[in-house]
Each structure stands twice: as C-alpha cells, then as structure tokens.
C-alpha cells in the first residue's frame, strides 16, 4: 500500500464490495424482464402488447411538449450557449416559469406531474437543442432533491421541499475527489450535535451545483451512542453559512453545465433534512438511479433522431464521382445504422419509461441497460456521422457558418455525448453491476459455495439448495419457443427475431451457468466475460424494445400517437416502422453473434499479464521520444476538510 493510499484512507477490496453490497436492492418484489432474459426465460409478456399511457397522462404530456417546443425553437440560441459556455439566466428562468422544473414532482406540490415516459420526451426536445440544457433539467430532478424526496421523504419533507424544487436548481452531491465508484471510501462526516448535524467534506464534479439553491448531500455519520451512523444523504440549503464553490469546471463537452467543487466547512444541517435514516443514504441513492439513469437514453435518443437527419439530407446533397454520397455502398452501411440505432434508441427509451409508469415490473435492469447501450451507441453514431460529413463533420457550425454553409455542430455533438459514458455509472461500472443483478439467482442459491467466510454446514446446505434449483431450471434451457417456426406469429417479418432472442437469452444463460461451475467465485474478476454478457442482454432487450414497438407502430392505433387515430390518416410511420427494426434486428444480431464468440475466444488473459508489466513500468521505454504538455499538479488535489481559501463562485439565479 502507498503512502498516497495510507493517507487517503484505504479501503480494502471486501470491505468496499460489503458496503456495495449492503446498498443495493437485495428483494426483487416485481417481476423483471432483464433479470428473466438473462435467466434464459423470455419474458415477452411483460413488455407486450407495448404498454401505453393512459389518456390524462397523454393530454397533460402533449400539452407541456407543445409549450416546450415553442419555447425552445424561439427563445434559446444554442450557438450562444456553446460560444460563451454558459446558459443564460433568462433561459433557466423561462423554463422555470414553464414548469421544466417541477417536470416530475406532483401537482399538489407545485409540479407538473409529468410522466415518466413524457418527461423522457421532454428531455429529447431540450437535449436537440443543446445537451446542456437537459444536463442541469435531469440533474435537478432525475438524481437532484426532488427524486430522493417523493421516494423516501417524510409528508413534511415532501410538503416543505418538493413546492421549493418546483421552482429552485438542485444538485446531487455524492463523489468526491479521491471517492467515485467506491463509496466505502467517502471522506465527508455529518457529526450529530444537539438538533443538528455538522457536515464537513469536498465534492466534485457537482453538475448544476455553481447555481443550485438546494443539494442533496452524501456523507458518513460516525457511529456513536444512539446513532447507527453510516453513509446517510441530507438536503442541504446552499444558502446556509460555510458552504464555498471554489471552481465552475470545464470540461471537453456540455459547455454550459454549471458543474463545481463544493466545499462544506462546519455546515450546520437540521436534523429534519435527514432523509430516511442513517446509513441509509447509498440504498437512498442507488434506488433514485434506477429509473434516474433514463434521462441520459432521452439526450442520446435525440442526439441519434438528429444525427439521422443531418446524415440523411446530407448524403442526398454531396455529390461525389458522379452519384449522391449516401448512393456509395460504404457510405450507404453508415446511414443505415445511423437511422436504425436511433430508431432503437427511441424504443428502448420509451418502453423503460412506460413500463416506469406502470409500476407493475421492476426496472432496475432494463433502465440500466437502456444508459448503457445508449451511451456507447450514441456515441457511435455521432462517430459516424461526422465521418461521413467528412472535413466539415470536424469543423465547428460557427466556423461552417462563418464561410457561407450551414452551421451543423456535429463535432460539438461527439464532445456533448462521450460524458454519457461517464454520467452516474460509466459503462465499466454498469457493466458489473448489472452483471452482478443477473447472477443475483444464482448467488442467492450458491452463493455460499464459493463465500470464503461460510462455514462448512452453510456451503453443505448452499450445495443442496443449489442442486434442487438447477435440476429445476437447466432442462428449461434446452429448447424453447424460438424453436418453433410458429412462435410470435402475431409480429409478422419481424417473428424471426423474436425466436431469435428466445434462443440467444437461453443460450446466454447456459454460457452464465458454465463461466459459474468453471470459474466459481473468480468470476467476478472475469469482467471482460461480465462485460460481453450484459452486452449481448443489452443487445437483446434492445431488438425487444424495437420488434414490440414497431409492431404497435405499424397497428392501427399506435402507442404514441396524440390522436389516436393512428396510421389511418397518414400520421404514423406504418409499415416503415417494420422495414426499419428488421434492419436494426439484423445488425444487432451481427453484434450478438461476435459478443458469444468473445465470450470464450479473446485475449482478456494475456492482456491482464501485460497491463501489470505495464504498470509495473516494464515498458517505460515505449513512452520515450515525447514530451508532457500536461500542466504540473498532482493527479489528485487534496480535499482535506477545513475552511475554504478561494472565493466563493456560487451564484443564485433570479
């Protein structure tokens, strides 16, 4: 262990997974898609006939959609955004006075009380416009104090905060600088003192927290007589004494976010802003996230729909040897993902919101594997079209426009996308904790097995559990619907993929059941195999979403339809909604077949032994004949509690 870590305070690795352990949600009360499909048992009743919303939550939607439409196409320039790096108060107010604010707190708290699958629309127009907006409307309700609040806040909380968030910026506090995706190491303290606790601590990267006026704050109350103590979230009034933003961020996208270090030094909070009770605070958290996590597959589902435009009439305009470009059989294969992964992005997105809405199932899997999927195929085809714009794909819009073409910001739109693969769980993040939610069945009967701390009695049950549940489950695996050429006959052309994902999630379940009996408890080292697994359900929820979609498109009464006439009167994409997810279908099944063959052919063993040599700095000499333009400074800055010694960069806005 280094002095670094000695002086940061190490955690070792079975503490750190215990905490991680204890904060997630063990029970799995509702069924669960995700969780089925990875089980080998799909599940296609619990995402079809498409769930639909219901006629009041469709008229308040598509009433606030118009407004916010209007608003957006007429009030914000988004180039003046990304030139002064910053969203102009007038605009936050306007959407303020609007309700964008209060999107998901409930009418009689002020709110709007859109749904969830409205509210994922509604970030899809702001995120067209320029990210950064939907960046500070889903940080203040997807993961700021509204959500935390309506989920496990007391009446009085509800009724005292949630009328404020209706109107005020939020911000949601929890990493720190030496503190990510490890929360077992989390530095802030909240000491109890009389009626008040007494919060001290540094956190970074706090996206909206140079304006917010209320925050949601993780910190570590230590255990004492009569406190349990333990990680705990608070709602913090930023106006309160020894609060300092010492810094607004930049960063390589999402320009106008007002992202902070925020510094708490002897900062008194109420006992009443304790939110749920002690040590609660990362369950509090992690159960936000689950469908929080759905406001970043709203921002990439606009950024492909917008992507499919400009690819479209761009490759119809470019002329090259003599054709249109998209006529060109390398440009041709761009513009179809481009088209068929938007389309995919969409389905996912509007599926996990109305299954959201619904209530009936548990969503934990699938709004994870919509923010993971989207992010990394968002970034693809931002990847793509700039590729395909060529030279002016590299250029910014103010400089196209400055020379007479139109400004298309497509390279602003690649910078704007790569933080989603970041934002709240980056992929290597999400990757192992949805892998560890789908084996979560399997724990649950042999986890004991391969616990190093079980006794002998505790692995001797664990081993009979275990041998009564799989001789139920694995002669399941064996044959099923999708070997029937009847089955899901109702989806017409698009059947053949339905029976394909039926085979595919039993196939995937049996490679589960070999990586557990072949690797035991080393499998969560595994994570390259951990990470083709969630990547092939991912795969597999997506052509899911897509075929149960496009068969409600192309029905006489499609699911999102304002008048509910459907495609009769020429309002719905009819049929093209077929022609497109069979393209998207065939192109994921493509993926799927070479994530089953990484999944035992790769070279994940080797490349540990090298990194290490790596590491251990057998390869220095590979770095010679450079040099370092990085500016000098340690890797990580000091957040050592105590007063601040930098001006204050807060600000409030009117």
């Known amino acids: 262990m280094s002095q670094t870590q000695r002086s940061r305070g190490h955690v070792d690795e079975r503490t750190a997974r215990k905490v991680a352990e204890e904060a997630r949600e063990a029970e799995w009360r509702l069924p669960s898609f995700g969780k089925q499909l990875f089980l080998g048992d799909f599940r296609l009743d619990l995402v079809h006939p498409h769930p639909r919303p219901d006629t009041e939550a469709r008229r308040k939607g598509e009433d606030f959609l118009a407004a916010l439409t209007e608003f957006c196409a007429t009030k914000i320039d988004p180039a003046a955004i990304e030139r002064e790096s910053r969203i102009p108060d007038d605009v936050v107010a306007g959407l303020r006075d609007l309700g964008a604010l209060g999107m998901k707190i409930p009418e009689k708290h002020g709110g709007l009380g859109l749904s969830q699958l409205y509210y994922g629309r509604a970030l899809m127009i702001v995120g067209s416009v320029n990210p950064a907006l939907a960046a500070l409307l889903s940080a203040h309700q997807s993961i700021g104090v509204p959500q935390p609040v309506k989920l496990f806040g007391t009446r009085e909380q509800k009724d005292e905060w949630l009328p404020r968030c209706a109107r005020q910026v939020s911000a949601f506090l929890l990493t720190e600088p030496d503190v990510g995706s490890d929360p077992a190491r989390l530095r802030a303290t909240a000491a109890p003192d009389g009626d008040d606790y007494v919060l001290n601590g540094v956190k970074l990267w706090t996206t909206n927290g140079v304006i917010a006026d209320l925050v949601v704050v993780m910190a570590r109350v230590p255990k004492s007589e009569g406190h349990r103590g333990g990680i705990s979230a608070f709602i913090v009034d930023m106006a309160a004494p020894g609060i300092t933003v010492e810094n607004r961020n930049a960063f390589m996208g999402l ?24 040590g609660a605070g990362l369950k509090i958290a992690l159960t936000t996230l689950n469908t929080g996590r759905l406001s970043l597959p709203a921002i990439c589902a606009a950024s492909g729909k917008w992507a499919a435009k400009i690819a479209r009439e761009w490759s119809r305009e470019r002329v090259q040897w003599g054709r249109p470009v998209g006529e060109h059989e390398a440009v041709s294969r761009k513009i179809a993902f ?57 250029e910014t819009a103010e400089s196209l426009a400055a020379r007479g073409e139109r400004g298309v910001p497509a390279e602003q739109l690649l910078r704007d996308l790569r933080i989603n693969r970041i934002f709240e769980g980056s992929t290597e993040i999400m990757h192992l904790l949805i892998a560890r939610e789908a084996v979560d069945a399997h724990l649950s009967v042999a986890g004991d097995i391969i616990d190093p701390d079980a006794s002998t009695g505790q692995k001797a049950r664990a081993a009979a559990k275990a041998g009564g549940f799989y001789a139920r489950w694995l002669p399941t695996l064996v044959t099923g619907a999708g070997h029937r050429p009847s089955s899901y006959g109702e989806f017409g052309p698009l059947a053949r993929h339905l029976r394909y994902v039926e085979r595919a999630s039993r196939k995937l379940a049996r490679s589960i059941f070999y990586a557990a009996g072949r690797w035991q408890g080393g499998l969560e080292h595994r994570q390259g195999f951990l990470a083709r697994m969630v990547d092939i359900g991912a795969e597999l929820y997506a052509m899911s979403a897509v075929c149960v979609r496009a068969q409600a498109d192309s ?7 304002s008048d509910g006439t459907g495609i009769s009167d020429g309002t719905g994409p009819g049929m093209s909604a077929v022609r497109l997810a069979d393209a998207f279908c065939r192109q994921s099944r493509v993926r799927v077949e070479e994530l089953f063959d990484g999944l035992w052919r790769n070279t994940d063993a080797t490349d540990v032994k090298l990194a290490r040599a790596v590491l251990a700095g057998d390869f220095a000499w590979v770095e010679e004949g450079v040099l370092d333009p990085s500016i000098p400074g340690p890797w990580i800055a000091p957040s050592d509690p105590g007063p601040s010694q930098k001006d204050d960069v807060h600000r409030t806005i009117p």
């Open 555 to 561: 029905s006489a009464e499609g699911p999102f339809l």
């Open 255 to 278: 320009r106008g976010i007002e992202n902070g270090v925020t510094r708490f030094h002897d900062v008194r909070v109420p006992k009443a802003n304790l939110i749920g009770s002690e």
């Open 338 to 394: 481009i088209a068929a992964t938007a389309y995919a992005m969409e389905a996912m997105l509007d599926l996990s919101g109305q299954l959201a809405d619904d209530e009936r199932n548990d969503i934990r899997i699938e709004a994870a594997l919509a923010k993971l999927w989207t992010s990394e195929m968002a970034c693809r085809a931002a990847d793509e079209l700039i590729q395909l714009r060529g030279g002016r794909g590299y």
